[in-house]
């Protein structure tokens, strides 16, 4: 099985996994008696971006309105006149490609009603074949009001994450909540977390998102990433005698493949030699800050997707991450195909300049390594092994030169 078969047989199991037991099979338009749900796909099952309620108009438009800072003004616009059309229920008939549901015990819309306290349905997006692929829902009420969004956790690598997300959370909303907290960034709040039929479901508040919030994309959100490595405080030390470094270090060892574990090892051993006395400052960062998992909204950056959070790495992280992920999307060539020059001026605007500017773009990229190489030998990790390759072949040819000791 290959291309848009196995896309819609993908889509077919996750749906089967949320209404267990039940009956779910591709069927057109009309064919919906005795169906417990009809989920249509949009655009459609060739290139499915989610699976919408059949027959709720408004409950399929409010799943449409998500705008990320991702979304340019045309996209915006095409998204929004999409959804007012959707509501009226007059392009339903053009969705000709579907899912009907029949049968089965208590589904994943009743489990989220109980949780809830309200009757929902849900959208279901599954998104691209890879080591974290997981479904999220939208929960909506039958109306179209946000109720709150799930994930759900499906294999061992998505359970990890689901666990990682709950976490930071619970974290971050004792510490960017409340009387005296820092304005401006808004990270959602945890409802539940728990397991469900041999699924685990982190159920998070609904981030309110609008079509009116655009600014332009080159102005990095500085101040709320300062916000967010400062959350936890922050730590001077030198690399070496860091607890970032000394898990680092740990990290070859958790590699499966021999030639590969043996690479990296080198890559860690050199940079530690080279880097070792920098004097840098630690604290928090999200792990995965792009413009696709933000939105602004009345003045304040929502933010969502908090998965890779974690505590106690070099500042400059987010900030690299988010214009270099960026940039690799519009790029001509593969990711790290090649080494990323001009990235060290990137960080000037956080203090970060010349030799301890370098160490901080090999810090991130060694970081993103560590992160693919686990990922990717994870049973689903097939379409993320090119990538890894490439990372570790670029770090593996770099010859870092040494930095002195002392401040940045």
């Known amino acids: 099985m290959s291309g848009p078969d196995e896309t819609r047989a993908a889509w077919i199991r996750a749906v089967e996994d949320l209404w267990p037991d039940a009956r779910v099979e591709a069927v057109p338009p009309g064919r919906s008696e005795g169906a417990r749900r009809e989920l249509a796909f949009l655009p459609d099952a060739r290139r499915p971006r989610l699976l919408v309620p059949a027959g709720m108009p408004r409950a399929a ?6 705008y990320s800072h991702d979304l340019g003004l045309k996209q915006r616009a095409s998204r929004g006149l999409t959804a007012a059309a959707v509501r009226t229920g007059l392009p339903e008939r ?86 005296g907290s820092p304005e401006g960034l808004h990270v959602p709040r945890l409802l539940h977390h728990g397991t469900w039929r041999e699924l685990d479901l982190l159920v998070l508040e609904p981030l309110p998102t609008g079509a009116l919030g655009l600014r332009r994309r080159e102005q990095a959100p500085l101040a709320q990433m300062r916000t967010l490595f400062e959350v ?8 070496r005698g860091s607890a970032y470094w000394e898990e680092m270090a740990a990290s070859p060892g958790l590699v ?8 990296f090892g080198e890559v860690v051993e050199r940079v530690g030699k080279a880097h070792g006395d920098l004097v840098l ?20 950056l929502r933010l969502w997707d908090w998965e890779r959070f974690s505590r106690g790495v070099p500042a400059g992280f987010d900030l ?74 670029l770090l593996h040819a770099d010859q870092p030169e040494p930095t002195p000791g002392g401040t940045p």
Request: glycine share 12%.
């Open 320 to 393: 690299l991450h988010y214009r270099l992920q960026e940039a690799m999307r519009t790029a001509s060539e593969p990711p790290y195909a090649t080494w990323p020059d001009g990235a060290a001026a990137l960080l000037g605007p956080l203090g970060l300049t010349g030799p301890a500017a370098e160490a901080t773009v090999r810090l991130y990229l060694l970081e993103l390594c560590r992160r693919y190489l686990l990922a990717a030998q994870e049973p689903i990790g097939g379409p993320l092994r090119a990538d890894t390759e490439r990372l570790l072949a």
């Open 61 to 66: 438009a409010a799943a449409l309105r998500r």
């Open 94 to 179: 053009t969705l000709r490609d579907r899912l009907r549901v029949t049968g089965g015990g208590p589904s994943i819309e009743d489990r989220l009603s109980e949780l809830l306290g309200r009757p929902v349905v849900v959208s279901v997006g599954l998104g691209s074949a890879r080591a974290n692929r997981k479904p999220i829902l939208h929960a909506l009420s039958p109306r179209g009001e946000a109720v709150a969004f799930v994930k759900i956790g499906d294999t061992g690598t998505a359970r990890g994450l689901l666990a990682g997300e709950a976490a930071a959370l619970s974290y971050l909303g004792e510490r960017l909540a409340g009387p």
């Open 256 to 263: 499966l493949d021999e030639r590969q574990r043996d690479r």
């Open 281 to 300: 400052d630690f604290g928090a960062w999200h792990g995965d800050w792009t413009p696709w998992n933000m939105a602004w909204h009345r003045g304040v």
């Open 232 to 239: 936890g405080g922050v730590e001077r030390a030198p690399l």
